[in-house]
């Protein structure tokens, strides 16, 4: 899976998950606990609406305008389960990889230490 893939799966299952925990979180709120910038958190958010997994509500007790709840639809709900699983593969296969690594970078140090001069 592409490193792109991977961060927008990521940051789908991110927002989902903050969402589901505080519908009420705005957009900076979300920016700032994703550690991405206000519009690429607008963007995902126009995302995820678009495909029908979010819905915005406006509340009108706030003091701002422009305050919306941002709720997990049923689609939205299926999706953070499939993007959580599919995300979970993509960790367990670089895992996989990196552990891989691990092992020839130790042998490969043991080696080294037992044929350097004394």
Known sequence: ?????SIHLDTHLKV????EI??????RELAAAL???LGKTNFCL???LDKGLLKA???????RKLAYAYFLTPAGIVEKS???GRFLKHKVHEYEQLRVEIESLQREAANS???APR
């Not at 899976?1 to 893939?5: A, R």
């Not at 989902?16 to 969402?19: A, D, E, G, K, M």
Request: glycine fraction near 2%; aromatic fraction near 2%; proline fraction near 6%.
């Open 46 to 48: 126009k995302a995820l």
């Open 113 to 115: 230490d037992t044929l």
């Open 1 to 5: 899976m592409p490193e792109e893939i």
């Open 57 to 63: 509500q406006n509340f009108q007790s706030s003091k």
């Open 82 to 84: 499939a993007l959580a």
């Open 35 to 37: 550690g991405v910038s």
């Open 22 to 27: 505080n519908p009420q979180m705005n957009q």
């Open 16 to 19: 989902l998950r903050l969402l």
